[in-house]
């Protein structure tokens, strides 16, 4: 049975984020939109190329590299709105949407959970740590429940993709003990580097970065990484560089162009701004 509540939030959204698109005079030239998705399975091959090129149409893509130059000195980019586009979990039907990607000279960003690579379970795996329930509209086959392998990993780096972390196991959380958050946040991205024989350099926090993330785990990930990829969404280029941190704006390729465009729209963005706010005191370096 369709979820009445939910039918009406979609149409709220549908019709406010295509009323704002029509109506938005510019975008700012100085902000950076990073675009978070999860699955891309190849049912939806047509509609992610096709979202694809309307995306890089209004912004301006850079790669995860430029994303950490933008953090650090935004007042070299002002000839955007610019883009980045991350992809969290690894699904395997990220291979998809990297090969899209790849042939429109784009670079993404793809953030890895390590024991999901390695788990002899996956599909187990998948439901028990990453997505206990079903995604209509996301799940159709074994690549939309299952991992890329190393080889895929591999393969993404020299298509010129970049891996990120996103945990150990995807299970990180805010009272966790010190050895776990070490576990979680150091000893994966040792892993993650061991195979990739690079530097990884973006953390994506899971789920909720206010529930997943305590003061110690923001101390290990600010000194481990160049940037924190975060759960809320925000304007990027008035962010502080003290957080070395990034908003997101979080959509996925099933919904209807309204109700991504409302996702990148700025209507919605002052029901976020206490979650804004204690990320911001969360994110900042404490007195030693």
């Not at 923001?218 to 990027?236: C, Q």
Request: neutral net charge; glycine residues 4%; aromatic residues 10%.
């Amino acid at each position: 049975m369709v979820n009445m509540k939910q039918l009406i939030v979609n149409c709220y959204k549908n019709v406010f984020g295509t009323a704002e698109y029509y109506i938005r005079t510019s975008n700012r030239k100085s902000e950076l939109f990073v675009f978070a998705m999860h699955g891309t399975p190849l049912f939806h091959r047509k509609r992610l190329e096709r979202l694809v090129d309307e995306l890089i149409s209004i912004y301006r893509p850079i790669s995860p590299s430029d994303a950490i130059r933008f953090l650090n000195n935004k007042e070299a980019f002002q000839e955007g709105p610019y883009c980045l586009f991350t992809f969290d979990d690894g699904l395997k039907n990220n291979l998809l949407i990297a090969e899209i990607l790849a042939e429109k000279g784009v670079s993404g960003l793809f953030f890895i959970v390590p024991d999901f690579v390695e788990s002899s379970e996956p599909e187990r795996f998948y439901r028990t740590n990453i997505r206990p329930e079903v995604l209509p509209g996301l799940e159709y086959g074994p690549q939309d429940l299952t991992c890329m392998n190393r080889a895929d990993l591999m393969s993404l780096q020299k298509s010129g993709h970049t891996i990120g972390c996103h945990t150990s196991d995807h299970l990180l959380r805010s009272n966790d003990t010190s050895e776990k958050l070490r576990l979680r946040i150091i000893e994966s991205k040792n892993r993650l580097e061991d195979w990739s024989g690079v530097a990884v350099e973006h953390f994506a926090s899971p789920i909720d970065t206010l529930f997943t993330v305590n003061p110690e785990a923001a101390d290990l990930i600010r000194e481990s990484y160049a940037v924190h990829h975060l759960t809320l969404p925000g304007k990027n280029d008035s962010i502080p560089t003290s957080m070395k941190a990034l908003y997101r704006r979080n959509f996925e390729v099933h919904w209807s162009k309204g109700r991504i465009r409302y996702a990148l729209g700025d209507f919605d963005l002052s029901r976020w701004k206490k979650q804004q706010n204690d990320v911001y005191h969360l994110l900042q370096p404490r007195p030693l």
